[in-house]
Structures are given as C-alpha cells and as structure tokens.
C-alpha cells in the first residue's frame, strides 16, 4: 500500500540554524501539506501546496517557514532560523486531486519529531 | 470551518462494539462529516467520511443524525490496536483545504 515516507526521523539542531525536513508524498497525489503538533497538544495545520505553489498558509507559517518541491517526488518544508518554541512534530500529508464527495482523504506520513536546542 | 464537539475520553473493554460521539450542531449543508484517528507516536489516519446517509469501511462505521447534527463513529470489535485518539472534523465539499484538528477523543481498550 502506498505511503507517505518522511526523513529524518528525529532532528537535533541549535536554535538559530536552519533545517529542512523532507517527505515523499504518494506518487500520485498532487495536493501536499505540512502540519505540526507541539508535544501534548493539537495538531495543528501550517500550508498547503498546489500546482507547484501555496494554496493556505496559517499564521504559523511565518517569513522563517519555506516549501519546496524540488523536483518529481520530493516536498520539503525549510525553517530559516530554528528557535525553541519549533520543537514539535512536523507532519507531511499528501492528498488526490479529485474534486467532489466530501473532500480528499489526507494521507499522512509519520513525522519528523524535530528538537531545538 | 464549523465547530465539532466531543469527549476528552472514553474507555471500552477490548472485542466489544465503541461508539464514539460527535455533536456539531453548526454544520452547513454542505459539510462533509470526516474521522481520523492519531495512534500513539503517530501520524493522523483517515477512518471514515459521510454526508447524510450511514457509511461503513473496513475500518468502521459512521452514523449520521436525520438533522445532521451530530454523529456517532463506530467500532464493531474494539482492539488493544484501537487506542487512539479519534478526532471529527468538518469538511467543505470538495474541499482540498487543510484539515483543522481539535482535541477529540482519547479512546482506552482495556483487556
């Protein structure tokens, strides 16, 4: 069965530096997302991406917060300048996109439990 | 999106049947109504989504009040496998936008 692959697992990095974490959404989907959820509390959405651009973003998704998808598979979402309160969980989803019955089921990747340090 | 409201927990003995309630008395026509459940250390995982008649999967079923305003998840035989926490979300038809996640419910199975 398909399924949405993301990389690393568990990032360590300094406040300050940048990162980038990585997912392989399935190879048929065209709609991606990254959301978050900060230990013990909701998952919580951050964009959306459509035809190589942002379709919504929330305000979490500040000037610091990048995506990308470089190239056929890949769909990275970038930090600039860690700070503490990033620690979280970051998740990938992927989603078809067929129009109609209720809206597409999100498929999601296991996360990235990213620590700042 | 309109507001969804459900218990913080529930518990169910393992091999027996779970309902799992949601209100959502706000919900417009054209709300779909859609389950995902977050097992521990997990990403969220689609369940199930109805509109107005009952819906069921491999996974569960999903009854929908006549007026629309709430609706009750089902398990048929719960399992240890089935701990998690069941989240009921409202989606615009046709909608590709971003799930919005509240605090749903924490289900315990007990052996």
């Known amino acids: 069965e398909p399924e949405v692959t993301q990389t690393p697992s568990h990032q360590v990095t300094q406040m300050g530096q940048e990162v980038i974490l990585r997912c392989v959404p399935i190879s048929n989907h065209l709609y991606f997302y990254w959301y978050r959820q900060i230990l013990g509390q909701k998952v919580e959405f951050l964009v959306s991406f459509y035809n190589n651009e942002i379709s919504e973003k929330s305000e979490i998704f500040d000037d610091q917060f990048s995506v990308e998808r470089p190239d056929g598979s890949n769909f990275t979402l970038k930090i600039r300048s860690t700070k503490l309160e990033d620690s979280a969980m970051y998740f990938c989803?992927?989603?078809?996109?067929?129009?109609?019955?209720?809206?597409?089921?999100?498929?999601f990747g296991p996360g990235t439990r990213l620590t700042v340090l | 999106d309109a507001k969804t409201t459900q218990p913080n927990s529930m518990e169910s003995n393992e091999e027996e049947p779970v309902h799992l309630p949601c209100n959502h008395s706000t919900i417009s026509g054209t709300d779909y109504i859609h389950w995902y459940r977050q097992l521990p250390s997990q990403g969220p995982e689609y369940v199930i989504h109805?509109?107005?008649s009952n819906v069921n999967n491999r996974m569960a079923s999903l009854a929908i009040a006549e007026d629309r305003k709430s609706s009750t998840l089902i398990l048929h035989r719960a399992t240890l496998r089935d701990a998690a926490v069941y989240y009921c979300i409202l989606r615009y038809t046709g909608s590709a936008r971003q799930l919005t996640f509240g605090s749903g419910t924490q289900l315990t199975v007990l052996p």
């Open positions: 109805g509109l107005t």
């Open positions: 989803a992927s989603s078809e996109a067929r129009s109609g019955g209720g809206g597409n089921e999100q498929f």
